[in-house]
């Protein structure tokens, strides 16, 4: 929510014949009032103090256009700045202006009205000459403190094989380097060297709140050489702790609320191609809504699966979906239903699993096919 | 009697002459989602190409007044003024495509609030945000917003654009669909109309009538790209025009890094797929932003703005004379018909303005985006 508020700086920058003419008061009140209008789009306005009926109506009866009223309600973000853009409107006697976009928090909207322009505007026909003039800024919501809110895959334990982990946080992170604050130590305490390959500034989503961190794939791979240097960067039936020092800072400027850690033990490596096969999938309608459940045979790289994972009608439409996931190897795909009791689930051949595997290869074994094929991956099913 | 019929004659002549722009057109808000490229024709009629929305549209602005200005325009801190109308700041202003009204010498842009968050060099604006806002400046440079609301427009759906869903194979976080429309070229009453479609092979180009009909012709292209050394049908054009080489009329079309193609229109029928003659490599690292004719003494030249090359003059007689075929690749990056890099480093957005006067926008060292006035005495090889 976006908090107004109004600031009285007489005769501040403000443009200057404006100000040495103008007041900003009337009986100690500002002329203008800023307030928020939370459940509409209309974020905010700026509304005068009560203008005089008569000349309420001589306004009105002019169906003013924008050029008009902003020759006397006027609004700038600097004092040779052209008039900001926003609707102008009359509220049951006080004149109101709407800016066209969300407001930046750092910029303060100077308020200008004047009665001798409006004068101007209506061919003399009023007599008040008052200027009006203030400073509304609009203030930035409260900053919080972010905090993890999602990590995944979420399993306690992982193959040793792992490719990626995703942390997802509350809100937006500095551009702080993600590496200097997150560690993987082993049952000892001892962080591990160079577990992540190092992404400058971090592998991140559109809003800074998705961070992948991917395990070095080299060392991960068997027989290449920073395996062959470094080793793997898990070892089958250890346990670890990722860990989060809560010092790293969201955009805002706010640490971390707390330190985030998470214990994994990792098993045995997974290393094969996925076989779509081998899914189990079962669907009914509930209510108008398809339910698919499908069990798979690796777990899934949930964001990848996300995206990758399509449902179509027997008309050869792809139906919008939601997919939920229980566990990494159990999801739920939601849709409206209509129609055939026969669709099909589509697998974009890119799909992995949390190890990189495909279902046309295995990420870590040599030999199998890399190219992926273009026949089309489906399942088809039938509602219960 | 006689006064009568010239006034009769005048009012037959003044509603043909409106109602030539497009009778189809009809008085209401456009459901414009962004406003991706702008392009005018010789009436006056702004043509907005919304990548979003996959369509083109056609809007009557009333803004018919003839100027003969012939004088420069410049606000050199166009980005500042434009950010007190939308109250944000300067870095915060992203203008994604200049046309020039030919008629009024109007000068439109479409703006967003977002260039805060444009990061890579290979990013277009159309990458990072849509552009919701249409801001007119007149030639003595008075700035103001272009009302889409309650106008004449028409409309046009661009057949199979490239789906919404399909993410760019190495723009982070990119959707392909920002590149539905990429550029839109006029020539008489036919629309050209590059960018994406959902086709095995991406790269298209659409052609339409003006005024506007149901039947739009889609042709896919191919062309071989010298620096990469393949043959290439998944990048768009990134800018374009239409010329006459040899007396045939021919599309002259850049792509990113920084082939230069020939296009002939002949080819370009419904679901043809075109094989462009490559004829230049201007560099690579680069995406070319707009390219305008000009003439120049009489003779016409072509200037290309870049996002990180110089701008490029070249002679399209040149490419007319030059016979050759770029099909193996080049060292070096460049090759084919030669041009002139002149100064002008930062210059985006380009338009014909007047009689003396190329329009463009320059970043200056000072960061500012300027709004400058090239002569066209000036630009010659």
């Known amino acids: ?384 | 009697m006689r006064q009568k019929i010239l006034i009769l004659t005048l009012t037959l002549f003044a509603v043909i002459a409106v109602t030539a722009k497009d009778p189809g057109m009809k008085k209401g808000t456009p459901n414009i989602t962004s406003i991706s490229v702008l392009e005018f024709n010789k009436d006056g009629i702004l043509f907005i190409g919304d990548s979003k929305g996959g369509a083109i549209y056609a809007v009557d602005l009333d803004d018919d007044e003839m100027s003969s200005n012939e004088e420069q325009l410049s606000i050199p801190d166009l980005e500042d003024k434009i950010a007190g109308m939308l109250g944000t700041t300067a870095d915060n202003v992203m203008i994604h495509d200049m046309a020039v009204n030919p008629i009024s010498q109007n000068v439109y842009l479409s703006v967003s609030r977002g260039r805060a968050k444009w990061t890579s060099k290979w990013e277009t604006p159309n990458d990072i945000t849509d552009a919701s806002i249409l801001i007119r400046i007149s030639p003595s440079g008075k700035i103001s917003e272009a009302s889409l609301e309650d106008v004449e427009y028409s409309s046009v759906k661009i057949p199979n654009p490239v789906d919404a869903s399909i993410e760019h194979r190495w723009k982070k976080g990119a959707k392909l669909r920002s590149d539905a429309i990429t550029d839109i070229a006029i020539d008489g009453d036919k629309l050209y109309i590059t960018g994406l479609s959902n086709e095995e092979f991406r790269s298209a180009l659409w052609t339409a009538s003006f005024p506007f009909t149901d039947n739009v012709n889609a042709s896919t292209l191919e062309i071989f790209h010298g620096a990469h050394g393949k043959w290439e049908t998944a990048s768009p054009v990134r800018a374009f025009l239409p010329y006459e080489l040899n007396n045939q009329k021919q599309m002259l079309a850049a792509y990113l890094c920084t082939p230069l193609v020939t296009i002939d229109a002949t080819k370009l029928t419904a679901g043809n797929h075109v094989k462009g003659r490559t004829v230049a490599e201007f560099g690579s690292g680069n995406y070319p932003i707009d390219m305008v004719l000009y003439q120049n003494n009489g003779k016409d030249y072509i200037l290309m703005s870049n996002s990180a090359l110089p701008l490029l003059l070249f002679d399209p007689q040149d490419v007319a004379n030059y016979d050759g075929e770029i099909t193996e690749e080049v060292q070096g990056y460049l090759a084919g018909v030669k041009y002139t890099p002149r100064s002008g480093n930062g210059v985006q957005q380009l338009a014909d303005f007047n009689k003396k006067y190329i329009l463009s926008t320059q970043r200056l060292p000072n960061g500012k985006l300027a709004l400058t006035s090239l002569s066209k005495d000036w630009l010659y090889p």
């Open chain 1, 1 to 384: 929510m976006i908090h107004i508020k109004t600031n009285i700086k007489k005769g501040g920058l403000w443009s200057l014949l404006c100000f040495l003419l103008a007041v900003s008061t009337v009986n100690g009140q500002s002329f203008f009032t800023a307030k928020t209008l939370p459940q509409s789009d209309r974020y905010g306005t700026i509304t005068t103090r009560l203008v005089p009926e008569d000349i309420v109506r001589l306004i009105e009866e002019r169906n003013l256009n924008f050029d008009e009223w902003s020759s006397f309600f006027y609004v700038q973000t600097s004092p040779s700045g052209p008039a900001v853009l926003g609707a102008y409107g009359i509220e049951t006697n006080h004149l109101s202006f709407t800016p066209k976009f969300l407001p930046d928090p750092n910029i303060k909207y100077l308020v200008t009205f004047s009665y001798p322009k409006l004068a101007e505007l209506l061919s003399g026909q009023i007599e008040e000459t008052s200027i009006y003039s203030d400073v509304a800024s609009f203030e930035p919501p409260e900053a919080t403190q972010p905090e993890v809110i999602s990590f995944i895959p979420k399993l306690h334990d992982v193959p040793a094989n792992l490719l990626r982990f995703y942390v997802y946080f509350s809100a937006p992170m500095s551009l702080q380097n993600p590496y200097d604050f997150i560690t993987i130590e082993d049952k000892n305490g001892k962080a591990l060297v160079d577990p992540f390959v190092i992404v400058p500034e971090g592998l991140w989503n559109i809003d800074h709140t998705r961070l992948t961190l991917l395990l070095h794939p080299g060392r991960v791979k068997q027989g290449v050489g920073p395996n062959m240097t470094l080793g793997d960067v898990l070892l089958a039936g250890n346990s670890y702790t990722l860990k989060i020092d809560p010092a790293w800072k969201g955009s805002s400027g706010e640490p971390l609320k707390e330190a985030f850690t998470q214990t994994i033990n990792a098993t045995n490596p997974l290393r094969g191609a996925m076989n779509i096969n081998n899914w189990a999938l079962k669907a009914k309608v509930n209510n108008g809504i398809g339910i698919l459940t499908v069990v798979t045979d690796h777990p899934l790289d949930q964001p990848l699966a996300q995206r990758m994972l399509f449902l179509r009608n027997m008309e050869g439409q792809i139906l919008p979906v939601q997919i939920n996931f229980e566990n990494p190897e159990q999801l739920q795909i939601l849709w409206r239903h209509q129609g055939s009791q026969e669709l099909e689930l589509l697998i974009d051949p890119r799909l992995e699993d949390v190890c990189g595997n495909t279902p046309h290869y295995a990420f870590d074994l040599e030999g199998t096919e890399r190219t992926p094929s273009q026949e089309e991956l489906k399942i088809k099913f039938k509602i219960e």
